[in-house]
């Protein structure tokens, strides 16, 4: 893979409209699919802004009528917005494109950038993305058993309607797994689009008027409440470029496997 070439687009201040940052990926993906551009990887903030993917549930969304953008990424619901990281990498992968592969190298990069700030994080089986894992149930602060909390097999129990105990902002008060980094992607041409939204040091709150990437057992994270100081995006932004340089630079991409004992997921939408 050549070498990836990244580009600030804004922040703080200078933070990007999500429509402008989208026009922008559009017209850098036309332009690394005509081999006019390298690889290359948009970073920047948003203004605080909901954006749902294809598979978002009506019932995930904001109950006071705030706007969507939909777009065509994978995945469901999230928010950006200040105190968090965005990165568009827009690159080109081998054809059969091997989507999960992709997912599986930011996944990557992001977990050695936050090893980096002393901070450790995982992956879940079955959930995209950056976690932190939270305690056994038994142990958690004030945790609930698995058999009794109402989250766990009911479709129907909404956490926006119940208060604290449930919001996906409180669950590190609470212990429970969460998550540090959503990832939904899209391949168009053989070209990625959209990426990753980190959680530096956001204001979680708004997160508890959606439905987190549609994920109603689990809440969300940041560096900074993680590791009970400031952490700013200044800090960030240098240790994720160095580990996405590092693990993308490195990656050989081969094509995703034809035939019998392919995976079915790897052509599928990541998960927000």
Not at 115 to 120: R, S, T
Not at 130 to 135: E, F, Y
Not at 191 to 204: A, E, I, K, R
Request: charged share 30%; with cysteine; net charge negative.
């Amino acid at each position: 893979m050549n070498e990836l070439r990244f580009v600030r687009l804004g922040f703080g201040p200078d933070a990007v409209e999500y429509q402008q940052a989208w026009d922008e990926q559009r017209r850098v993906h036309a332009a690394r699919f005509a081999d006019e551009i390298p690889d290359t990887c948009l970073l920047l903030e948003h203004p605080p802004v909901y954006t749902a993917g294809r598979r978002t549930e009506d019932s995930e969304r904001p109950l006071d009528g705030t706007p969507v953008i939909d777009v065509d990424r994978g995945g469901k619901i999230t928010w950006h917005g200040p105190g968090q990281l965005i990165g568009y990498p827009i690159l080109k992968l081998p054809r059969p494109v091997d989507v999960v592969a992709h997912v599986r190298r930011l996944e990557e990069a992001l977990i050695r950038a936050c090893a980096e700030f002393g901070l450790e994080t995982t992956r879940i089986e079955g959930r995209s993305g950056v976690w932190v894992l939270g305690d056994p149930v038994e142990q958690r602060l004030g945790g609930l058993a698995l058999d009794i909390d109402p989250r766990i097999g009911d479709d129907e129990f909404d956490p926006r309607l119940n208060g604290p105990e449930y919001a996906p902002s409180n669950a590190g008060q609470r212990r429970e797994d969460r998550k540090l980094a959503a990832i939904g992607i899209r391949v168009a041409k053989g070209v990625t689009m959209h990426g990753f939204s980190l959680n530096v040091n956001p204001d979680n709150t708004w997160f508890d008027r959606i439905v987190p990437c549609g994920i109603r057992d689990a809440g969300v994270a940041s560096i900074a409440a993680e590791l009970g100081r400031d952490v700013t995006i200044d800090e960030v932004l240098p240790v994720v470029e160095k580990h996405l340089r590092a693990v993308l630079d490195e990656a050989e991409p081969l094509p995703r496997p034809v035939g019998e004992g392919a995976t079915a997921a790897a052509g599928s939408p990541a998960t927000a």
